[in-house]
T-cell receptor, first 111, second 112 residues
Framework: GQQVMQIPQYQHVQEGEDFTTYCNSS?????IQWYKQRPGGHPVFLIQ?????EVKKQKRLTFQFGEAKKNSSLHITATQTTDVGTYFC???????????FGKGTLLTVNP | EPEVTQTPSHQVTQMGQEVILRCVPI?????FYWYRQILGQKVEFLVS????????KSEIFDDQFSVERPDGSNFTLKIRSTKLEDSAMYFC??????????FGPGTRLTVT
């Protein structure tokens, strides 16, 4: 089945710095979803991207889907301590839209 | 806001014992899932369930696993004879469309 590679595995930033995580695939993706998991918590849906070149914004978060639909990124502007957690990209596919997760990027923020 | 609930939050069991993990999906959702996450690793798909039957299962979901929706609300995952490597966080999720899945808080299973 389709897999996604997610980088970096870890990212430590000072509060106020920007953060970006990348998701890459060797095959064309029909869609990609992003989830956030706080430490000790459960995955929480952030967004779904479907269209080639799509860019969506949620406050300080910017999500992009590549033109070839083989990569995606999540960018956080001016990180805050509340942004701490693991950010996962995930593919929705199969007969009932099962999710295939990337390995995630753990973001820590130094206040 | 509706939530997926899971019980228990933590289950400790001895190797070889049977466990049942319980979930109450969001009431109007149609698709139900179980995932697991070994500590520090990614979330892995186990099984999806729709229209009262399994629609897809992963390689992890072997004969020791089973799922049921015994009534209109509960969705259970049974592990018949637990192994040490079954220790993980188990998440139930539900969805009404392909756009997003709602995850429960998880059950931490510890097999000793």
């Amino acid at each position: 089945g389709q897999q996604v590679m997610q980088i970096p595995q870890y990212q430590h930033v000072q509060e106020g710095e920007d953060f970006t995580t990348y998701c890459n695939s060797s095959t064309t993706l029909s869609n990609i979803q992003w989830y956030k998991q706080r430490p000790g918590g459960h995955p929480v849906f952030l967004i779904q991207l479907v269209k080639s070149g799509e860019v969506k914004k949620q406050k300080r978060l910017t999500f992009q889907f590549g033109e070839a639909k083989k990569n995606s990124s999540l960018h956080i502007t001016a990180t805050q301590t509340t942004d701490v957690g693991t950010y996962f990209c995930a593919l929705s596919g199969g007969s009932n839209y099962k999710l295939t997760f990337g390995k995630g990027t753990l973001l820590t923020v130094n206040p | 806001e509706p939530e997926v609930t899971q019980t228990p939050s933590h289950q400790v069991t001895q190797m070889g014992q049977e466990v049942i993990l319980r979930c109450v999906p969001i009431s109007n959702h149609l698709y139900f899932y179980w995932y697991r996450q070994i500590l520090g690793q990614k979330v892995e798909f186990l099984v999806s369930f729709y229209n009262n039957e399994i629609s897809e299962k992963s390689e992890i979901f072997d004969d020791q696993f089973s799922v049921e929706r015994p009534d209109g609300s509960n969705f259970t995952l049974k592990i018949r004879s637990t192994k040490l490597e079954d220790s993980a966080m188990y998440f139930c999720a539900s969805s009404i469309t392909r756009d997003e899945q709602y995850f429960g808080p998880g059950t931490r299973l510890t097999v000793t």
